[in-house]
């Protein structure tokens, strides 16, 4: 009778300290988002200060101060999103933990951005507008301002929506928009807003068909060999050394401006040396890797895991190198031209807001990146590292491709296109196994015609989502510049 009250006591304590507990961690999963506002509010808050301390004394040092912030800002997003090209597809490849890769992506981004990073920018975005039909250089400051604005504000949207989005066509439209608002239409460099546009349809489809390619030859060469584990002996370092000889050239051309001007003709003879000594590197490598080994194809996972980390690690690198100036270009501008009183068509970019640029994308990618990380690494279609490293191939030809023709292409559309071309394959190749299969074995096919449009191996509304945001990230970020502008203009 006596031990009944302790016991109902004792059963009342646990319910109450089961219901503090669940309450504690409802709050840290209320918590958690505000923390990660929490920091980036406080980045951007010490690169305004940054900016103070620089321009304290100068006359309109509060546009620098608001610029830095908003750059800040800018770069935050990038981080959000743009890094999740590169390093999706190793870590939905499960060859990188989200930890690791949002470490090495941190490192690599920062060290392309401070390293290589062009010390030279052109404000206006690639020759968008011409700078001279700007009325003055205050009006050119708010115009920058405005487009800096709008592409951080609309690569922020896309990163909530879930859609991987050109940053650099973000800027585009954003000078575009703030351009057409302060100097009319004709301020609007056409022919090259034309060839921009051709690269909306450009990146992906060429970023997509080599992927298909490569991951046509490892299936063709490798996988469906009966001695699976020799053809990769020979045929994983002939992979690897042409990925090491596109991404030597790649980052011959595109990632080391600020050290040495590299022409493209010299970056593919370093590319091909880099393939030869690459070759006679891993041919002793993958032979040693592959002993012992069992003749399946998911053996063949392993050989193909450390050339994806350095691709992903090459990847980001050259990333950071180029795509800072998406953060800090009209920031640049907007410092020049407040401290010199004009405005030219290019700027050199002052180390601190190289820094801040720098440190911004790796906060971004620390504090917000996982969720496109996911994304494009795992919710699009399944990846394993042979269909990730084809993702990297291809990228990094792509670019090289791309620059031999003079077009302009988007990081982000060939990384995402690559991966739409590694699904999309797979579904071609499932379905022409499944006809050859049932053509010759004369048996009933394993699901009916509906079941199988249910199970496509890409799925269709992220395709559309991600295809939709890049067709109006230009018009949306234009439109949204010329709207803040008017703002910008009118009330301060």
Known sequence: MTNTPIKTKWTTLDKDLNRISRMELATSYVARPLIGTGIAMAFIITAALIAAIFFSDTPGSY??????????YMAINIGANDVANNMGPAVGANALSMGGAIVIAA?????????????????????????????????????MMAALISSALWVNLATWVGAPVSTTHSVVGGVMGAGIAAAGMAAVNWPTMGKIAASWVISPVLGG???????????????????????????????????????????SVKGLKRIVKIELEVAVLIGLATAVVTWAATVPWVRRKSEGLENRTRSLKTLFGLPLVVSAAFLSFAHGANDVANAVGPLAAIVHATEFGDFASKVSIPMWVMIIGAFGISFGLFLFGPKLIRMVGSQITKLNPMRAFCVALSAAITVIVASSLGLPVSSTHIAV???FGVGFFREWDSERRRRLSTGT??????????ERQRRKLVRRSHFMTIIAAWVITVPAA????????????AFI
């Open 441 to 450: 074995a004369k048996i009933k096919p394993a699901f009916a015609r509906e």
């Open 209 to 251: 068909a080599i992927a298909a390619l490569f991951l046509a030859i490892i299936k063709a060469k490798i996988q469906y060999q009966e001695d699976k584990i020799g053809a990769a002996r020979r045929w994983v370092p002939i992979l690897v050394a042409i990925m090491a000889g596109a991404f030597a050239a790649y980052l």
């Open 417 to 419: 296109g690559g991966v």
């Open 107 to 143: 490192i690599a981004e920062s060290a392309g951005a401070l390293l290589a990073g062009g010390d030279v920018v052109s404000t206006i975005s690639k020759g968008i507008i011409d700078p001279m039909s700007v009325q003055n250089s205050e009006v050119f400051v708010w115009a």
């Open 478 to 489: 234009a439109l949204m510049s010329g709207v803040i502008f008017w703002l910008l203009t």
């Open 63 to 72: 546009i620098v101060i608001a610029a830095a912030a908003v750059g800040a």
